[in-house]
């Protein structure tokens, strides 16, 4: 720990640590957060108050002459004028300024020297500094030392509101992005799932202009090779339970990059769901929530303080941020060879898409851009069938370029260093939600298994007649009759109307990004509703 001097930066308070170890941070979150409390494994536990999720549609970001061409501007990214984020910037430092003590975080984000960013984060509540010095790539003391000046700050000033009244503002939150001057504030939110995907949203920016893909995916590698594979897939599809392989090795969880040379992790540690975590059902995880770690929004109680993850009466969005060297089968430094396999997870509610399907470049391209998964009736007030769901390339909130410049990047990225694509469709069989049955996850892994070990690259196909893509007819460990949607579905007229269904969802999902990816990829979804029907 040491102190450092942000004067320059037009903050003026005098005790300003920086890097503090975590017992230090322990000690302090005890000593001045009212609701913080150490769990009986060693976890901080932490709250983020009225806020115990993202704000998207309070994401601002700085329409500059440099870069406002390159943005895909819309809902994701809504504009504000440069003046506007300097009013923001300046509430933010005043209410820093207030602060008797402050903390800085310096660390990086990208494990690969040649491309990762030096992060600053200013923050006054020693739990968001414990989190992103969890999250952040840990610098060693030799680095840090030679840190400079750092390539992002990150202001967080989450206690104070925004001014309501300043043009732009739509509530007391607001969280802008200034890519120009690499700064980002963050004003009347706490989450600390924010400064995370500041930083997330800052590499999806600077990446692509280097011709490196930044993905929202987890990814393994081999134990015997440099090979790895990379996991897309929206919530509920089992992107962390089927990363947590103990037969490979864990790159990151969440948030990579690929290069030239290979991918890299962006991040120092892991952000994983805690809702209903037991020791049996996710191990790695559950052992991970030790000292050092940070238990956000959960209950416990107040006798033993023993967590109750069960209990969502706080938030169901419950979270442990960990060091990635807290799981057991990681790889340090996170970095690894070009995949040979890249696998799209979708939970397909409606029962319609195959357990495993092989993909082209220009049909993952379209899936890419679609980032499709489906919503089960019950799980949502008002939700009484299948809801598609569609997020573009796996993460659409975090996107600052058009979806088609990603999809670009993976098709070059696929066609040069031979890779396969696969969709795997983690949801239902034999008929939707609530006639059919789940994949057992037994299948899935099985599946994963064999696309792994290179045996469903040469597995017999076949071409399904309504989206087109090769349909892996027979797996190792999987049975052959769940393998074709079609044979498990007791009314073969229901399967066709619910394929022509999703088929139509797909079609009008995707015009949205038709006119920046090429004719080729258009062509690449489903048929025609008509000709679907079959």
């Excluded at 509920?236 to 947590?244: D, E, H, P, R, Y």
């Excluded at 060879?337 to 399907?357: N, Q």
């Amino acid at each position: 720990m040491s102190k450092i001097d942000l004067k320059g930066l037009g903050i003026e308070v005098e005790d300003v640590r920086r890097n503090v170890p975590p017992c230090v941070l322990y000690e302090d979150a005890i000593r001045d957060e009212e609701d913080a409390a150490i769990a009986d494994t060693g976890a901080l536990l932490a709250y983020s108050g009225e806020k115990t999720g993202r704000s998207p549609k309070d994401k601002r970001v700085v329409e500059c002459d440099k870069s406002k061409d390159d943005v895909w501007w819309g809902p994701i990214n809504i504009p504000i004028e440069d003046q506007i984020f300097r009013i923001n910037l300046e509430r933010a430092k005043d209410y820093l300024n207030t602060r008797k003590k402050l903390y800085v975080v310096d660390a990086y984000a990208g494990w690969d020297p040649k491309y990762r960013l030096k992060i600053r984060v200013i923050c006054s509540r020693p739990y968001h500094a414990l989190f992103m010095y969890t999250m952040l790539i840990r610098p060693t003391p030799t680095e840090l030392e030679s840190f400079g000046d750092p390539d992002v700050v990150i202001y967080n000033a989450g206690r104070f509101p925004a001014n309501r009244h300043t043009p732009g503002m739509t509530s007391k939150t607001s969280v802008d992005v200034n890519l120009e001057d690499r700064e980002m504030v963050i004003l009347g939110t706490e989450y600390a799932g924010e400064m995370k995907k500041g930083v997330f949203t800052m590499m999806n920016y600077y990446m692509p202009k280097q011709e490196v893909l930044s993905m929202h995916c987890s990814a393994t590698c081999a134990p015997d090779s440099d090979r790895s594979s990379i996991l897309f897939g929206l919530s509920g599809t089992g992107k962390t339970t089927l990363s947590a392989d103990p037969k490979r090795l864990l790159i990151g969880d969440d948030e990579h990059c690929w290069s030239d040379e290979g991918i890299f992790n962006i991040e120092g540690g892991c952000y994983a769901k805690a809702i209903d975590l037991t020791p049996d059902n996710e191990p790695e995880i559950f052992q991970a929530l030790r000292f050092g770690a940070v238990l956000e929004n959960v209950v416990y109680d107040q006798e033993d303080h023993h967590v109750n993850f069960h209990d969502t009466s706080i938030t169901q969005n419950t979270r442990g941020a960990y060091p990635i060297e807290f799981i057991r089968n990681a790889k340090i430094p996170c970095v690894a060879g070009h995949p040979s396999d890249v696998i799209f997870l979708t939970c397909d509610a409606f029962g319609v898409l195959p357990p495993v399907s092989k993909l082209t470049p220009s049909q993952a391209m379209y899936h890419f851009i679609s980032g499709y998964t489906a919503k089960i009736a019950g799980t949502e007030v008002g939700v009484t069938e299948p809801q598609a769901t569609f997020s573009p390339c796996f993460g659409g909130p975090f996107l600052v370029w058009h979806p088609g410049k990603y999809a670009e990047l993976l098709a070059e990225k696929l066609e040069k260093h031979d890779a396969n694509v696969w969709l795997v469709n983690t949801g239902w069989t034999g008929g939707a939600y609530g006639e059919g049955a789940r994949i057992k996850l037994k299948y899935t892994r099985a599946i994963v298994d064999a696309i792994h070990s290179g045996e469903l690259a040469d597995a017999p196909t076949e071409t399904d007649p309504v989206f087109g893509f090769e349909v892996v007819t027979a797996c190792p460990e999987v049975p052959d009759e769940i393998l074709v949607p079609l044979h498990t579905w007791k009314n073969a007229d229901g399967y066709h109307k619910t394929a022509a269904k999703l088929a139509s969802l797909f079609t009008e999902n995707f015009q949205k990004y038709a006119s920046g990816v090429s004719e080729a990829v258009r062509q690449s979804g489903p048929v025609a509703k008509s000709t679907a029907t079959g």
